[in-house]
């Protein structure tokens, strides 16, 4: 028996539910990283929750937080998706 993408997906997602483990954001792991541009540190510091695809930044010298798509700061700090 086929089942559905629909089907599939809501199959895998009540399963980790079970299992007593959160659903995690692809972007999760870019949490707690840091880069410097050009003036003070830039910290990730959260997933925003108006936009699953942005994540929160937040200036570590004013504290000022503004939110950046999550596909730009993987270029910005350098790296591929982490496992």
Same mark, same amino acid.
């Given at each position: 028996?086929?089942?559905?993408?629909?089907?599939?997906?809501? #199959?895998?997602?009540?399963?980790?539910?079970?299992?007593?483990?959160?659903?995690?954001?692809?972007?999760?792991?870019?949490?707690? @990283?840091?880069?410097?541009?050009?003036?003070?540190?830039? @910290?990730?510091?959260?997933?925003?929750?108006?936009?699953?695809?942005?994540?929160?930044? #937040? @200036?570590?010298?004013?504290?000022? @937080?503004?939110?950046?798509?999550?596909?730009?700061?993987?270029?910005?700090?350098?790296?591929?998706?982490?496992?």
């Amino acid at each position: 028996m086929i089942q559905s993408n629909a089907t599939l997906q809501l #199959e895998l997602i009540a399963g980790a539910r079970k299992q007593g483990g959160k659903v995690q954001s692809p972007y999760a792991g870019l949490l707690g @990283r840091t880069f410097f541009d050009g003036s003070t540190d830039v @910290r990730v510091v959260g997933l925003c929750p108006s936009n699953p695809s942005h994540v929160m930044l #937040e @200036r570590r010298a004013d504290g000022k @937080r503004w939110t950046a798509p999550s596909s730009l700061m993987r270029l910005i700090l350098g790296r591929g998706r982490r496992s």
